[in-house]
C-alpha cells in the first residue's frame, strides 16, 4: 500500500536492533485518516475470507483492527495483558514473548468473546518474529475457533514470522500493507 | 446519544460497587459502527473548540478517541501505561490511581507529540471519579499546552469528576455520550 510506504519512509525512523520507530502515525501518535485507509485496504483483501470476528492484542493492534472491522462490519476482540476486575475468572490465556517490551506478556481473552466454531480473522500493527500473532493463533485454537487470516500494517520479513506462521497453517492467507524486506542503517527496502 | 443508551441498557452489566461492565461493546470487545457513531457525535459537540490534536489514555480511550479523530481530521496521541523503548529518554509523566486496577498507572507522553501552545482535546471512555482525565490535564498544562475540552463515552455523574474538572478550569466545555445519574441492582438512569 503506497500511502503506508511513503509514511514509513518519511516518518519511521530505524533505531538499530530491528526496531523500527512508527510513534508518529501508529504506536503513540496515530493519524486517523492513514488508519482509515489501512482498515479499507485490509478489508478489501480478507473480503472473501468469511470472518465473523476480527481478533488483535492491545495496545497498538486496536487502531489498525478497529478500522478493519469498521469496513467488515465485523466486532474487534483485543486480547488483554492484565485481566480486568470486570473479566470472568475463567478465561483463555497465553504467554507471548515481547520484543519491544523485552519480556513475556499475558494475552487474555474472556470465553464471552472467542466461540468455538467462529471464524476469526486476526489484525496488528506489525507482524515481525510472529511471537504476539502465534500466541493469539494458540488462543484462536484453544477456543475451538478456526483461523481464517492474518492481516498486519507492517511486516519484518526477514524476521521469520510469516514464514513460521504459514508453516503451523498451509495455505492460511497472511497480508501486510508495507512489507520490509532490508532495514539497516542505510535505509528501508519495501518488497515489490 | 440515544444509540449508545440503548446498547448499555440492553448489553451493559452492572457489578456492584460501582463497575459497569461494557466488555462486549467498549473495552474488550468493540463495536466499530458504534464506536464510529460516538466519534462522529463527539466530532459535532467539539466542532468549535478549535483542537490542534487529541489525547486519550491507553487502552480503552484508543476507540474513541480515534473515531473522534478521523471525523475531526486531528491526530490522535494516547498516553503510554509502560515506556516503549522507542520513547526518547526525557518524557512527560504523571501518575494516576486507576479503579478498574486498584492501583496506580503511570501515564507518559512524548515531548514529540504534545507541544506548547497546541490546542488539546481529551477524549476517554469513561469520566467517572476523572482520576485518569485529570491526569492527562496535568500532561497538557506541564507540556504548556492548552486543553480546551474534555469528552467521554460513559459519564457517572455520581463519581465527582465532572466537578472536580470544572473547579480547576471554569467555562471549560465537559461532554459525555451517555451520563449515567444513579447505578444500582435495581438498574440504570440517564440524565434527560
Known amino acids: 500500500m503506497e500511502l503506508l510506504k511513503k509514511r514509513i519512509l518519511e516518518a519511521g525512523q530505524y533505531l538499530g536492533k530491528g526496531i523500527l520507530k512508527v510513534d508518529g502515525f501508529i504506536n503513540h501518535q496515530v493519524d486517523p485518516q492513514l488508519m482509515d485507509q489501512c482498515g479499507k485496504e485490509l478489508a478489501e483483501l480478507f473480503k472473501d475470507c468469511g470472518a465473523t470476528r476480527i481478533l488483535t492484542a492491545e495496545i497498538s493492534g486496536i487502531a489498525p483492527a478497529l478500522m478493519t472491522g469498521k ?10 495483558k492484565h485481566k480486568p476486575i470486570t473479566m470472568p475468572d475463567q478465561v483463555f490465556l497465553t504467554l507471548a514473548p515481547s520484543h519491544t517490551k ?16 467462529e471464524r476469526i480473522l486476526i489484525i496488528d500493527d506489525f507482524l515481525a518474529s510472529g511471537a504476539t500473532i502465534a500466541g493469539l493463533v494458540r488462543l484462536v485454537n484453544v477456543a475451538g475457533a478456526e483461523l481464517v487470516g492474518i492481516g498486519a500494517l507492517i511486516e519484518k520479513l526477514f524476521e521469520g514470522g510469516r514464514a513460521m506462521l504459514s508453516a503451523q497453517q498451509a495455505g492460511l492467507q497472511i497480508e501486510s500493507l508495507a512489507c520490509i524486506t532490508k532495514m539497516d542503517d542505510s535505509g528501508l527496502e519495501f518488497q515489490d
Open 71 to 80: 469496513y467488515m462490519n465485523l466486532p474487534v476482540v483485543y486480547a488483554r
Open 102 to 117: 523485552g519480556r513475556t506478556v499475558e494475552l487474555i481473552v474472556s470465553p464471552e468473546y472467542l466461540k468455538a466454531g
